[in-house]
């Protein structure tokens, strides 16, 4: 199980060596432009991106808000009798999540999604099956009112503090290995950074 993530830039504080060696400056948390605040529009304005580049078909019907635990989002939750609820209210969350066939083979020059054909094994389709249509990875798009703990569960740390994360979610089809392409020159984060007023950081949740 696991998640490949783009998220909001984090603060840098160097070290001793970097600081006195080469000379490395601190880099604090830029501020969070006032218009992100508005969690649905900037959500939107999200999916709009991913439609420009051809990453994601156009929704036919606008998603609604999905009140979903995901890979990253479930330390977020608590567990109340069989069911897991939200566990701050004071903390807004807006998210919109796309099963794997909204997405377009397109998105290869950001990340390697799961086929069909890729995930029977030796290629033996089930009769009916397209071999092209994705069945990974489930894309979730997330704005928080304010930085959320960011954890790698396995163990139990803090990674990151985002307040607006991009999620892909690869399920039992997840492995550190897969391949991505994931630049900060690409297209999509100048795009996400000019709307974040930010840089934009990519990493792996296993």
């Not at 004071?90 to 999604?113: G, K, N, S, V």
């Not at 054909?117 to 304010?146: N, T």
Request: proline share 11%; aromatic share 12%; charged share 20%.
């Amino acid at each position: 199980m696991g998640s490949f993530v783009i998220i909001t830039e984090e603060p840098y504080e160097p070290g001793w060596l970097t600081r006195n060696l080469f000379g490395a400056t601190a880099r604090p948390r830029p501020p969070r432009p006032a218009e992100t605040l508005d969690l649905e529009k900037t959500a939107f304005q999200i999916v709009d991106f991913f439609v420009a580049h051809d990453y994601l078909h156009q929704p036919l019907v606008p998603p609604q808000h999905s009140r979903e635990a995901t890979y990253a989002t479930q330390c977020l939750f608590t567990r109340s009798g069989d069911q897991l609820v939200w566990a701050d209210p004071t903390l807004e969350w807006f998210h919109l999540a796309f099963e794997p066939r909204c997405l377009r083979l397109d998105i290869h020059p950001l990340l390697q999604p799961v086929t069909n054909e890729d995930a029977w094994p030796d290629g033996q389709l089930a009769e009916g099956l397209d071999p092209h249509e994705i069945v990974a990875p489930i894309l979730d798009i997330h704005l928080f009112s304010r930085p959320i703990d960011l954890v790698e569960i396995p163990y139990d740390a803090t990674v990151a503090h985002p307040w607006a994360m991009i999620e892909f979610q690869y399920g039992e089809f997840f492995h550190p290995g897969r391949p991505r392409a994931w630049t900060e020159e690409q297209p999509l984060a100048i795009d996400l950074a000019k709307l974040f007023g930010c840089r934009v950081e990519a990493r792996l949740l296993t």
